[in-house]
């Protein structure tokens, strides 16, 4: 008890000393921000998250159990207990702690753990904001050939995240009576078209992607008994037949990869496979407008997203633009509970 006590007194300090900017905040950031993440990404990868959620191990058990070097296996069971993802019970032993075994345990429904892997990605990428802050240009991150093993861990990923909110979403979206037919722009995973089949009896889906993205968004249809209602096509949206007529479509997370004017030509393709009285749903992280002060996290995804895309977040005020230039009429704005950087607007055809 004396020891906990210790160490929230000791991390009270630390928290005044931050505050009062008596400390080197920048330092802290850069020094200890790259083993935070660094750490997690590479726990997973090595299946120490998986095994912990099993059971409890001692660190050279845990070592010779996973074919690890016990010095820094030890070490770095020691960081994350140290950033209480992990915890020393009195034999030695790290576990899972009752918070972190929600997102961290591959076994849960909530898990992240994958996602984390594929921050593992992001290494590289990060690499090269230099050049391109000096050349320009940005990393291509969608051209990996299909077989890649990139996809697996891109879209578990994404899936991953999707899970904690595409219920919710298909509770919001608004797709008239009896609707037949949806079709999910880039989707990859397919989750938030196999909820909305959930939701609506009657109701098939189409996921419109490229082959990586399309065939792992397969194998997740297949493993939750969904691939009746979901069918997964291959394809470039700016390219392939989109099928329809549809009672609506998704574009989820894609415009943020866009330029503006590539935002409206595909949503005039949209809006000519769109049933009357059609919508489309846009959910993305959006822009403030110009002036006001940027949510730290939509401004680190902002320069991310221009990383490995080369483009800009959007804002409301262009979003309706776009859509007007296309043939919407004004959009409403629906309210996600668990999508709290995130945005989500249905427009329906004029």
Do not use: K
């Not at 394809?235 to 392939?240: E, H, I, S």
């Not at 866009?258 to 009357?276: D, G, I």
Request: net charge positive; charged share 25%.
């Amino acid at each position: 008890m004396r020891m906990r006590f210790v160490a929230a007194a000791d991390d009270l300090v630390e928290w005044i000393a931050l505050r009062l900017n008596l400390g080197p905040v920048p330092l802290v950031a850069s020094v200890y921000g790259m083993p935070a993440a660094r750490t997690l990404a590479v726990a997973q990868r090595v299946g120490i998250f998986e095994r912990l959620g099993r059971a409890p191990a001692l660190p050279d058990e845990l070592a010779r159990e996973l074919g690890l070097e016990p010095i820094p296996t030890r070490l770095l069971l020691e960081a994350l207990s140290g950033a209480r993802h992990i915890a020393r019970d009195r034999q030695g032993r790290y576990g899972l702690t009752r918070r972190s075994r929600r997102w961290l345990d591959p076994a849960s429904d909530r898990s992240v753990a994958g996602y984390l892997d594929h921050t593992a990605d992001y290494w590289a990428w990060w690499s090269d904001l230099e050049r391109v802050l000096r050349d320009g240009g940005h990393v291509e991150i969608h051209g990996a050939d299909a077989a890649d093993e990139s996809w697996t861990r891109y879209i578990t990923g994404q899936h991953e995240l999707a899970r904690l909110s595409a219920a919710e979403v298909a509770r919001v979206l608004e797709l008239g009576p009896a609707p037949r037919a949806v079709l999910d722009l880039a989707g990859g995973h397919g989750w938030f078209a196999a909820e909305l089949c959930r939701r609506h009896e009657g109701l098939q889906a189409t996921v419109l992607d490229l082959p990586g993205s399309a065939a792992v968004g397969r194998r997740i249809m297949a493993q939750t008994r969904m691939a009746d209602r979901v069918t997964h096509v291959d394809g470039d949206m700016f390219v392939a037949g989109l099928g329809g007529p549809y009672d609506a479509v998704l574009c989820f997370d894609v415009i943020h990869h866009l330029h503006p004017a590539q935002v409206v030509t595909l949503l005039e393709r949209v809006r000519a496979v769109l049933r009357p009285g059609g919508s489309i749903a846009v959910l993305d992280l959006f822009r403030r407008d110009r002036g006001r002060r940027p949510r730290s996290s939509a401004a680190f995804l902002g320069l991310f997203f221009h990383l490995t895309s080369g483009t800009d977040l959007h804002s409301p005020s262009e979003l309706r633009d776009y859509l007007r230039l296309a043939g919407f009429g004004e959009p409403e704005r629906l309210r996600v509970r668990r999508l709290p950087d995130q945005s989500l607007f249905q427009a329906r055809t004029l």
